[in-house]
C-alpha cells in the first residue's frame, strides 16, 4: 500500500460529559474527574450511568435556524462554537470558496429524539405543528444544519456506520482531498441520548448498572453518553498530521466483533500501511474499549498481536461514556491531545485487569513523549476504523 500524504488538522474541538471544548475535556483527564452521573435523563427510568452534556434543555439554535431546532442540532452548534473551529472554518470559506470545502459528519441516532417527541405527542395522526419540519426527522439532519449554519456548499456527507461513523469521516475527507474534489473539510460527528439509545442497548443487555469498567475483569456493559466534536483538515497549514487510516468489514455478527479481532487487525494494519510506519513506532492508542465482556478481550488480543509490549493504550469512554456515533471524533480528538500534552490517560475503573488483557492497557496515567498515536472505533457489524496521528510537520 502506498502512503498517503499527511494532511493537517488546523482546528480541533469536543463537547461532552466532561464539560465544554477543549480545556474542559483536557482538565478532566488531567484530574481523573469522570463526566459520568445516576441517570437523570428525562424520560428514562434505566439504573444506569450516563455521559450527560448540561444545558441542552435550556439551549437554543439563532432564530434563522429554528427549523433544524433539536437536541442533537443544538449540541452540534454548541460544539462548533468552540475552540476556534467555527472561525478558522470561516477564514477557509474565504481563502477557498465556499464549494471548496467539504462537511462529512458521522452520526448513527441523529435527531431521532424529535421524532420520539412528535410521536409522543400526535395531533390526531399528524406531528404536532411545532415539530412538522421533515428535515429534522431524517438521518442527514445534521449534515443539512451545519450547511446552513457555516454557508459551506461543497460535498456533504452524512457517515452512519454505528460507533465508527466520526472515525470514518477523517478516512472519507483524506480521500476527497488527496482526489482534488476539494481543498479542505469540516469533519466530526454529534450524537444526543433519547428513549431509542437508552432502552435500545438496554434490550441488548449491553447497559451496565454500575459506572463504565472498560478491561475490569467484572466489566459488564456500556454507561451511555452524548457529544460533539469537530476537526478541520487542510493540506497544509500549523497543527498535528492525518498520517494513516485503516476501514474494514468483517460483517461477522450484526452487533459483535469477529472472534479472532480479524476486523480489527485489518484496519490497524492498513492504518499502519498508509503511513508508511511499523507498530513499533507507534507511542499510544485510543482504544474503543466498550466495556463489554467480548469486546474488550477481542480488542486487546489484537493490539497485543500487532503492537510491543511497550505500547501504552486506554479506553476513555469511563470519562464521557459511550458516544455512539461521536466516539471517533471525542476519542480522536484524546489521541490528538497526548501528542500536545504527552499525557496518556488511564483506564478509568480498570481496578482489576482482566488477565485475557494484554500489557499494553494503562491502569495508571502516563506522561511521556508522544510522537504518533492511533484511535481505534469499532461499529456494529463489524464497521472498523482506525486512525493514525502525527506532531505538526
Not at 68 to 87: H, I, K, S, Y
Not at 93 to 120: D, F, L, M, W
Not at 123 to 138: K, S
Not at 244 to 272: I, K, T, V
Request: charged share 20%; glycine share 12%; net charge negative.
Amino acid at each position: 500500500m502506498t502512503p498517503i500524504t499527511p494532511l493537517a488538522i488546523t482546528a480541533r474541538t469536543a463537547t461532552t460529559a466532561c464539560g465544554r471544548g477543549l480545556a474542559s475535556l483536557r482538565a478532566a483527564l488531567r484530574e481523573g474527574r469522570s463526566g459520568l452521573r445516576a441517570n437523570d435523563f428525562p424520560g428514562c427510568d434505566l439504573t444506569t450511568h450516563i455521559g450527560r452534556v448540561d444545558g441542552l434543555e435550556d439551549a437554543a439554535l439563532p432564530a434563522e435556524f429554528a427549523e433544524w431546532d433539536c437536541r442533537n442540532n443544538r449540541l452540534a452548534w454548541l460544539a462548533l462554537n468552540q475552540d476556534g473551529v467555527f472561525e478558522q472554518m470561516q477564514v477557509l470559506r474565504e481563502q477557498h470558496g465556499a464549494t471548496r470545502v467539504a462537511i462529512i459528519v458521522g452520526t448513527s441516532t441523529s435527531s431521532i429524539g424529535a421524532s420520539e417527541e412528535a410521536y409522543q405527542h400526535l395531533d390526531g395522526d399528524q406531528f404536532p405543528a411545532e415539530l412538522r419540519r421533515p428535515i429534522v426527522h431524517t438521518p442527514h439532519s445534521l449534515g443539512d444544519f451545519l450547511q446552513q449554519a457555516t454557508g459551506l456548499r461543497g460535498p456533504s456527507v452524512t457517515v452512519a456506520t454505528a460507533c465508527s461513523s466520526s472515525a470514518k469521516v477523517f478516512a472519507q475527507a483524506a480521500r476527497m482531498i488527496h482526489a482534488g474534489l476539494v481543498d479542505a473539510a469540516l469533519v466530526g460527528g454529534v450524537d444526543t441520548l433519547c428513549g431509542s439509545v437508552l432502552y435500545g442497548f438496554n434490550s441488548l443487555g449491553l447497559v451496565s448498572t454500575r459506572p463504565y469498567r472498560p478491561f475490569d475483569a467484572a466489566r459488564d456493559g456500556l454507561s451511555l453518553g452524548e457529544a460533539g466534536g469537530f476537526a478541520i483538515l487542510e493540506r497544509d497549514g500549523d497543527g498535528p498530521r492525518l498520517l494513516g487510516y485503516g476501514e474494514s468489514s468483517d460483517a461477522h455478527h450484526m452487533s459483535s466483533p469477529h472472534p479472532e479481532g480479524l476486523g480489527a487487525r485489518l484496519s490497524m494494519q492498513a492504518a499502519l500501511d498508509r503511513a508508511g510506519l511499523t507498530p513499533d513506532v507507534v507511542d499510544y492508542i485510543n482504544l474503543h474499549g466498550t466495556a463489554t465482556p467480548k469486546n474488550d478481550e477481542i480488542e486487546a488480543g489484537a493490539v497485543a498481536a500487532l503492537f510491543p509490549s511497550t505500547t501504552r493504550a486506554s479506553s476513555t469512554k469511563g470519562w464521557t461514556g459511550h458516544t455512539l456515533g461521536a466516539a471517533g471524533i471525542v476519542e480522536s480528538v484524546i489521541a490528538l491531545d497526548t501528542i500536545d500534552t504527552g499525557l496518556m490517560p488511564a483506564t478509568m475503573n480498570c481496578d482489576d485487569p482482566d488477565p485475557v488483557c494484554g500489557p499494553q492497557i494503562l491502569r495508571e496515567p502516563v506522561q511521556g513523549n508522544v510522537r504518533h498515536a492511533m484511535n481505534n472505533s469499532f461499529g456494529f457489524g463489524g464497521n472498523n476504523c482506525s486512525l493514525l496521528f502525527g506532531g505538526a510537520a
